[in-house]
Nanobody, 124 residues
Framework: VQLQASGGGLVQPGGSLRLSCAAS????????ITWSRQAPGKEREGVSC???????YYGDSVKGRFTISRDVDQKTVYLQMNSLKPEDTAVYYC???????????????????WGQGTLVTVSS
């Protein structure tokens, strides 16, 4: 199982970014995928997740602004981030697991295969 996150960068408040998580070594729609983030001095938090059967989770702080999607043919999971705020600044990671229960979909501890992160900085 390998995951490669990309698409981070510097963006002004109110702007948009799309993150990509390229998956290899496994069948994407047999795994749950999470986008989690970690800001300096803070714990890692689940931002948005999609289960193997397509159930979607959003953290309260990103509801209505972020959208997760999955392209099984391209083996990629996307995170479209709109109306970005300075508090969205963090390193964003994608991770996968084949054994996530739906009630724990949003918990980073449910995932055991992590890619490297991509830094998102929201600043004017």
């Amino acid at each position: 199982v390998q995951l490669q996150a990309s698409g981070g960068g510097l963006v002004q408040p109110g702007g948009s970014l799309r993150l990509s998580c390229a998956a290899s070594g496994f069948t994407l729609n047999n795994y749950a995928i999470t986008w989690s983030r970690q800001a300096p001095g803070k714990e890692r938090e689940g931002v948005s997740c999609i289960s193997a059967v397509g159930t979607i989770y959003y953290g309260d702080s990103v509801k209505g602004r972020f959208t997760i999607s999955r392209d099984v043919d391209q083996k990629t999971v996307y995170l479209q981030m709109n109306s970005l705020k300075p508090e969205d600044t963090a390193v964003y990671y994608c991770a996968a697991s084949s054994r996530v229960i739906l009630s724990a979909l949003g918990s980073p501890s449910s995932y055991d295969n992590w890619g490297q992160g991509t830094l998102v900085t929201v600043s004017s």
